[in-house]
């Protein structure tokens, strides 16, 4: 079976920082691209970063120069850090593993940003 569980969610005030996790079982995880998502209150859905297989990374202009993802395929695990969060970050954020065949998606950790 197929799971991405991600943690490290939670309430943190504005210019703070988190450090989300996504730890993925039932994958070749290496074969995998591994991004973050997340979605706030009444809107859409919406990308955040990706770090690829070969490493390669590319982010959201909203998030840029704040966010960094890594993946250390060692333990299976991407990561989404933090830093300077602002309001407008609080979201529910999910984790996405892809390759050419397939797509699986995490349960959504809550991330609060107060002001």
């Known amino acids: 079976q197929v799971q991405l569980v991600e943690s490290g969610g939670g309430l943190v005030q504005a210019g703070g920082s988190l450090r989300l996790s996504c730890a993925a079982s039932g994958i070749s995880f290496s074969d995998n691209a591994m991004a973050w998502y997340r979605q706030a209150p009444g809107k859409q859905r919406e990308f955040v970063a990706i770090?690829?297989?070969?490493?390669?990374?590319n982010y959201a202009d909203s998030v840029k120069g704040r966010f960094a993802i890594s993946r250390d395929n060692a333990k299976n695990t991407v990561y989404l850090e933090m830093n300077n969060l602002k309001p407008e970050d609080t979201a529910v954020y999910y984790c996405n593993a892809f390759s050419p065949y397939r797509e699986y998606w995490g349960q959504g950790t809550q991330v609060t940003v107060s002001s």
């Open positions: 770090v690829r297989t070969s490493g390669n990374t």
